[in-house]
């Protein structure tokens, strides 16, 4: 996990990485998918901390801006704000889920499926390409010569002269 800004991982985010439910399936030499499945309650996290910021905004008639409770906001806008929240997590959960599992994505992840279950959670499936392992054998017998050129006075004139 990627250190924060404090120069420390937070005990929080290695527990929001452990709620994630994950599954690995090889479908070539180096293409995997990754079916992840987000609980209900990380979701419901993520839907009030932005019903929060848009009800610091919100203009609705009967009451006062900053004012609109959380219930009516989620009545009016919920699915929509719902749709952004899932997306805007995404790529995270993406990472989470290759950091859980070990895989190291070679290039963009591609959504598969995307499914709400019945109790508010997530499940996608990510198709990932994977960089390959590479064995090389014999690099203690490699010898490397290393070229060394001493820089003269004239050179350097002459790189001076082309600078003007």
């Known amino acids: 996990m990627p250190e924060r800004a404090w120069g420390f991982e937070s005990p929080l985010s290695q527990e929001e990485t452990r709620e994630l439910k994950t599954n690995v399936i ?15 309650e990380r979701i419901n996290r993520e839907m009030t901390s932005a ?30 704000i719902r749709h952004g929240v899932i ?20 290039g963009s992840p591609r959504i598969i499926a995307l499914d709400e279950v019945d109790d508010g959670g997530l499940t ?7 960089w ?24 350097i004139d002459e790189q001076i002269e082309e600078m003007r």
């Open 26 to 40: 090889k479908k070539g030499k180096w293409e995997r998918d990754l079916e992840v499945e987000v609980p209900a």
């Open 51 to 80: 019903m929060r910021r848009y009800q610091k905004r919100l203009e609705i008639p009967g009451f006062r801006k900053g004012k609109v409770p959380l219930k009516v906001i989620e009545k009016r806008f919920g699915p929509s």
């Open 87 to 106: 997306e805007d997590l995404l790529p995270t959960l993406i990472h989470e889920a290759s950091e859980q599992t070990g895989l190291v994505p070679a």
């Open 124 to 130: 996608f499936t990510a198709s990932i390409d994977i």
């Open 132 to 155: 390959p392992e590479v064995d090389v054998q014999g690099e203690d017998s490699l010898e490397v010569e290393r070229l060394e050129h001493d820089v003269t006075d004239a050179e």
